[in-house]
């Protein structure tokens, strides 16, 4: 019989925070840019230079902290953490090791398999690294630091997760809460939020762990999905051969769907982490932190709640409301502008998603102004167009943010209120279609749709279809 | 009187009242510089054409009025690991051997901006490791009084360039005494202020916790306005300190009664020569007689000072150095396989010795397995060095002694013995530890006239303190 | 020597902190760093238990800096000092393989 294996998995995820500069020096963090013209003597190594701390980045990550049920450490050190590579430009990164700000939380995810609590061991500050761009024609590498010193924050888990599905909802958990502090955009993509996912197999019902190992270079949660699996069987296949799991880090190829140890003679591990003397510490004191808890904007836990009290919305259409930030945001300055919330909710929640899904976006490239929706909702209240030219002109708001009033007088989209106009056009369509009239007059109340089709069709949609149908029925009767 | 001989404080009031132009200042200077510079070697870098070029705009700025200061117009020799935009900067090794810096150490900056002329920068121990001006890549500096002894080091050239008058005053640092042990073995006067008082920012680190800017000069008094000009709270130096109380010319005052000496027992013991211990007694005695109280008591603890500072300052080295990898600036080997080993050999080939050897002592205490036994218990030693301190700066103003056991050695026997080389900076290193300001004067000659220097040291923050020591003591020895 | 430095340290010390020494270099970091290690040895002789290390001299904090970019574009100077560089970027052996 076939042992069973119950498989072990804790994350260390990295988030660039949303700072206009980077965490040591006043260089713009922003995305892009030709290779170094963000850099600096002091996020580039530069013999002299020393670093400044960002007052930012320590109230984004007490931000997080709190929203992560974090203890503070009130009194926290930045540690230097060194080791030799080509996108560290000191070759030795600033981190916190002795005394990170955060530690002892955990954050709430649910699954098929119910609700469970995650652990967050610690949460501390660091510098991102630069970038190495491979140049296959020369054989060599180039250095760009233009990432160097970004800020990050890294959340390190505890080894409180079982599946592959744990580890995506505890990940969308954390890019949900993280989004909404405004800390982070958390794109995997571009990675601002990265993750490593550490992980061990025991046979199940043992009370010690395996050997974990760590693996990286995990850029969508796809490919975490696909790493963690085949990273299970690996390590299932080895003990299966009586083999053992050996303690390292292993580079995920995702295309290739296998990873590889990334070991080194040259690599000794051994980061001699000291408190860097260049720092002073950072003192959190009970009214700086009361500030930053006084801060915090409504999470999404709390929004969820409201939305249904408040704008008495269904559980689950308040659920993906607030599953983005962004959206939220949306969805609130919209209402903001023209109130009906039930409305609004329906263009967010049918047209908007089925949008996004033929797309294959995320609801964080959602682009056009609640503004435009708001007059749009308007537009169809006032009964200026019909709900199918609605939908139309929706698609023209959400591909390009168009003007909706400016795009229905253009188009000529309006509903024709004029009744003499509209008898004359089903005047011609009952003219046009002799045998369906009689067939109306035969006895088959069908061929009445037929006719307020045809009619609608003559209009462009834009006629009152209530008013089509009352005057088709009115001349069918008449002509009798 | 040659222009030579005039004090820098002297110069700049004959160049305020016209009777000296900045230009002849600066040509007398580079004449000095030529005619001394084959047998005393101060400098690794003289810039005749931007030092003159300086020369006239300095010169029209202070007869615009738009420079007003003491220090306007006279010639300054820098120290090699203080960087200067547009000037080499090589901290006397080799793998800086072609480093030009784009921006200005703090220090220098302040300098210039008081009208400082800057002749060239002066040579060094390699990185400031040593004692002696001997492990620079760039040959020997000689001491001016005899060519067959060593200058003294770290800051070897500055002092020698001061002693030989190739140069009116010179800036200095000072990690474990490489400002107060040179000024010593050349007769002339250096301060080591308050850590924090004068900022690091531009200054190439070696010890980052201990480091200091300090002013080395004829006199006390030019000491003092050198130390007033560069002193600053610099916002890019996040371990620099706002003081309020920066005007040290303030304190040339020639009065010391009732101000508390005390002389360590610990300092006056085996190892010290007599001749030095008779001059540094005779030295208390003056002040005595002009009205100090002075004691001898027990500092306690000075054994421990040599070891704890060779952990820290090798800790703080190992990962401050490791910038110089041959990637950005700097030495590059020319032959190489790899990544790996373009590191390797770029820096085995770059270092010197004495460089190397304390990279890998420092390496090695904070590795994996000795931090706690060997850095903890140095950062521990040096906090009860600081209590031990505290404790006599209860009782005394003042704390006086050698600044160095000897006088200055011969060439070439110091190296033979590192560890021996080390035990010379008894009297100095614990000053740094504390983070204590300090000054050597100049109190005698040994009986084949090597200059003899008392080492006055103060509270934090009381730099004042000992600069009146230091000046009332300096006016007894008017034209001795 | 109380301190016994071995052929294996000091290769790990090579490795941490980049260096490449000759046999003979070997042999006097050996001694070297034995005798440093018996100096420092010293401490010990200290109780240092009821100490806590000291890393800053003063108790100075929360020295920070505001988010606003100061910084334009230094690339020039970033590169001027760089061994070899290519298309505004420091050049460097391959880091993969």
């Given at each position: 019989m076939s042992r069973q294996y119950e498989t072990v998995i804790g994350l260390e995820v990295h988030v660039e925070l949303a700072t206009k500069t980077k965490i040591f020096c006043g260089c713009s963090t922003e995305f892009g840019g030709a290779p170094n013209t963000h850099t600096c003597p002091v996020c580039t190594g530069m013999p002299g230079s020393l670093p400044v701390l960002n007052r930012q980045v320590v109230e984004y990550a007490l931000a997080v902290g709190l929203a992560a049920n974090c203890q503070i450490n009130q009194y926290c050190k930045f540690d230097r953490k060194n080791y030799f590579y080509p996108d560290n430009p000191q070759n030795y990164q600033i981190s916190q090791l002795y005394l990170p700000i955060c530690h002892d939380g955990w954050v709430e995810i649910e699954t098929a398999g119910g609700k469970k609590k995650i652990g967050i061991h610690e949460i501390h500050m660091e510098e991102d690294a630069g970038k190495l761009i491979h140049d296959e024609w020369e054989n060599c590498s180039l250095v760009d630091f233009n990432r160097s010193g970004v800020p990050l924050i890294e959340i390190v888990s505890e080894p409180d997760m079982r599946t592959a599905d744990e580890v995506i909802a505890y990940l969308e958990k954390l890019r949900m809460m993280i989004q909404y502090l405004g800390a982070s955009d958390c794109k995997l993509q571009e990675g601002s939020m990265r993750a490593d996912v550490n992980l061990s197999v025991r046979e199940a019902g043992s009370p010690q762990f395996g050997t974990r190992t760590e693996m990286k270079n995990l850029n969508s949660f796809k490919a975490i999905a696909r790493a963690i699996e085949g990273e299970r069987k690996r390590q299932i296949e080895l003990i299966e051969e009586g083999k053992k799991v050996i303690q390292e880090t292993r580079r995920w190829d995702d295309n290739k769907e296998f990873s590889y140890a990334m070991r080194s003679k040259e690599d000794a591990q051994d980061y001699r982490y000291f408190p860097d003397p260049d720092l002073t510490p950072v003192v959190i004191s009970d009214e700086w932190l009361e500030e930053i808890r006084n801060r915090q904007p409504e999470l999404q836990p709390e929004k969820l709640k409201r939305y249904q009290e408040e704008f008495k919305l269904p559980e689950y259409d308040a659920k993906i409301l607030t599953s983005s930030k962004h959206m939220a945001d949306m969805f609130e300055e919209t209402i903001a502008i023209c109130g009906k919330p039930k409305e609004v909710s329906n263009w967010m929640m049918v047209e908007a998603m089925r949008l996004l899904k033929e797309h294959e976006q995320?609801?964080?490239?959602?682009?056009?102004?609640p503004g435009n929706l708001a007059k749009l909702i308007d537009l169809v209240d006032k009964g200026i167009i019909n709900r199918t030219v609605a939908k139309t002109v929706f698609e023209e708001i959400f591909a390009r943010d168009a003007d909706p009033e400016a795009y229905v007088e253009e188009k000529g989209l309006k509903i024709v209120n004029d009744e003499e106009a509209l008898r004359k056009t089903v005047m011609q369509v009952l003219e046009a279609n002799p045998q369906s009239v009689a067939d109306y007059r035969g006895g088959k109340e069908k061929a009445m749709g037929f006719l307020v089709g045809q009619t609608m069709r003559a209009m462009k949609g834009k006629a009152d279809p209530a008013m089509v149908n009352k005057i088709v029925k009115e001349l069918l009767t008449k002509m009798i | 009187m040659s222009i030579l001989e005039l004090t820098a404080l002297e110069l700049g009031r004959k160049i305020k009242s016209g009777e000296v132009a900045v230009l002849e200042a600066v040509k007398a200077s580079l004449d000095q510089i030529r005619k001394k510079e084959p047998a005393i070697h101060a400098y690794v870098t003289v810039d005749e054409q931007r030092a003159v070029k300086a020369a006239e705009t300095v010169q029209k700025m202070i007869d615009n009025k738009m420079l007003t200061g003491p220090l306007a117009g006279v010639p300054v020799a820098v120290k090699d690991n203080l960087c200067t935009k547009d000037l080499l900067t090589t901290c006397s090794s080799n793998i800086l051997y072609n480093f030009v810096p784009g921006y200005t150490a703090e220090a220098v900056s302040n300098l210039e901006k008081a009208g400082a002329v800057i002749l060239g920068k002066t040579n060094m121990d390699e990185f400031a490791m040593g004692s002696t001006t001997e492990t620079s890549a760039f040959g020997v500096t000689r001491n001016p009084w005899n060519p067959d002894h060593v200058p003294g080091g770290s800051s070897g050239g500055s002092c020698a360039a001061v002693a030989s008058n190739e140069c009116f005053y010179a800036l200095g640092s000072d990690t474990g005494g490489s400002i107060r042990q040179p000024s010593s073995f050349c007769g002339v006067t250096g301060i080591k202020p308050t850590y924090g008082t004068v900022s690091r920012y531009g200054l190439i680190a070696y010890g980052s916790s201990l480091d200091q800017v300090g002013p080395i000069g004829k006199n006390v008094s030019d000491c003092a306005a050198v130390l007033e000009v560069i002193s600053s709270y610099d916002k890019k130096d996040s371990t620099s300190v706002p003081r309020k109380d920066l005007d040290f010319t303030s304190a040339l005052v020639n009065d010391v009664k009732g101000l508390r000496i005390g002389i360590p027992r610990d300092y006056l013991g085996?190892?010290?020569d007599d001749e030095v211990r008779q001059a540094v007694l005779d030295g208390a005695q003056t002040l005595k007689e002009r009205g100090a109280v002075v004691e001898e008591f027990d500092l306690s603890l000075v054994e421990y000072a040599i070891p704890a500072y060779y952990v820290i300052a090798s800790a703080e080295a190992s990962s401050n150095l490791s910038r110089f990898d041959g990637v950005k600036y700097g030495l590059r080997a020319k032959e190489y396989e790899g990544l790996h080993q373009m590191y390797k050999k770029s820096r085995s080939e770059g270092f010197g010795p004495e460089v190397k050897r304390r990279i890998m002592l420092g390496a090695f205490v904070l590795s994996s397995g000795y931090y706690d036994a060997y850095y903890l218990k140095a950062l521990r030693t040096k906090a009860l060095i600081k209590q031990a301190f505290d404790k006599a700066f209860a009782e005394y103003d003042v704390i006086l002694g050698p600044a160095a056991p000897t006088t200055a050695p011969r060439l070439g026997e110091s190296l033979k013995d590192p560890l021996k080389m080390y035990l010379g900076d008894i009297y100095t290193i614990s000053v740094n530890l504390a983070g204590l300001p300090a000054m050597t004067v100049p109190c005698g000659t040994d009986k084949r006239g090597l200059p003899i220097g008392l080492q006055l040291i103060g509270d934090c923050f009381q730099e004042k303190k000992i600069i009146r020591a230091g000046y009332t003591f300096e006016q007894t020895r008017e034209g001795k | 020597m109380a301190n016994m430095i071995s052929e294996e340290i000091i290769d790990y010390v090579g490795i941490l902190a980049k260096l490449e020494l000759s046999q003979a270099e070997k042999e006097e970091a050996k001694k070297d760093m034995g005798r440093m290690l018996d100096y420092i040895d010293k401490l010990n002789e200290l109780d240092t238990s009821s100490t806590e290390p000291m890393s800053h001299i003063f108790s100075m904090n929360n020295v920070f800096r505001e988010d606003i970019v100061t910084n334009g574009d230094n690339r020039d100077d970033i590169l001027k000092n760089a061994p070899e560089q290519k298309e505004g970027a420091f050049k460097v052996p391959k880091t993969v393989e």
């Open positions: 995320d609801p964080e490239n959602m682009a056009f102004s | 085996e190892g010290l | -």
